[in-house]
């Protein structure tokens, strides 16, 4: 059964600082990882699709790594702006049924 | 396009009433999944559905909630004789084919309260 988990479940860091979310996950066998944000009470905003023959995708101040062989993604965010301050969530889209499956998230707040 | 659609944003019932919970996928999509979201917590997969076809509902449980995408219209998760424990956040993604190349998007969540 696939898990995915992320580490750390929050993180506060003072804003213009580099950061990176990591996600791991356990079945290998995938489509694609995603990353999406999600700000308190709304939906989810698609962030960065890696396919699962990508090593890394970049959007601006964000780039997210794949390394599907032992099972971990990284998003690595830039100079951190309290804009930033959101749930990050990672989930992984299995090839065996198509089935999409998020890990808990991490709740990043950037200070001031 | 407008992008995945869900109504209503926000449904309160009482106790034992019926909640029917709407999704319109973007155009052209035909896969849609629902998820279940309680405060602090991860979205939980409920159930995968293509048009006319139920293809995981794993994650539904199996007394008082069923889903349906039908041919025309949007995608229906109904939760009849609701309980406390029903409140949630339930979101809809919807994603154009299967693969590897296909990206999920997701709407704004219905915001359930059972009073």
């Known amino acids: 059964k696939q898990e995915v988990t992320q580490i750390p479940a929050a993180l506060s860091v003072p804003e213009g600082e580099n950061l990176v979310l990591n996600c791991s996950f356990t079945?290998?066998?995938?489509?694609?990882l995603q990353w999406f944000r999600q700000d308190p009470g709304k939906g989810l905003t698609s962030l960065l699709l890696?396919?699962?023959?990508?090593r890394e995708q970049t959007s601006g101040r964000l780039n997210a790594s794949l390394d599907k062989s032992s099972g971990r993604s990284t998003l690595y965010i830039a100079a951190s702006q309290p804009g930033d301050s959101a749930t990050y969530l990672c989930?992984?889209?299995?090839?065996?049924?198509?089935?999409?499956?998020f890990g808990k998230g991490t709740r990043l707040h950037i200070l001031p | 396009n407008a992008g995945v659609m869900q109504n209503p944003r926000h449904l309160v019932r009482r106790r034992g009433q019926e909640a029917r919970l709407r999704c319109s996928p973007m155009?052209?999509?035909?896969?849609v999944y629902w998820y279940r979201q309680l405060p602090e917590e991860g979205l939980k997969f409920m159930v995968y559905?293509?048009?006319?076809?139920?293809?995981?509902e794993s994650g539904m449980p199996k007394e008082r909630f069923s889903a349906e995408f039908p041919k025309e219209g949007p995608s229906i998760l109904r939760i009849q004789q609701v309980v406390r424990g029903d409140s949630a956040a339930y979101f809809c993604?919807?994603?154009?084919?299967?693969?590897?190349?296909?990206?999920?998007?997701f709407g704004q969540g219905t915001r359930l309260t059972v009073v």
């Open positions: 993604a919807s994603s154009a084919q299967q693969g590897w190349n296909t990206e999920a998007f």
């Open positions: 079945d290998s066998a995938i489509y694609n």
């Open positions: 890696i396919q699962s023959s990508q």
């Open positions: 989930a992984v889209r299995q090839d065996r049924d198509d089935k999409i499956i």
């Open positions: 155009k052209g999509h035909s896969h």
């Open positions: 559905l293509q048009k006319e076809n139920i293809i995981d």
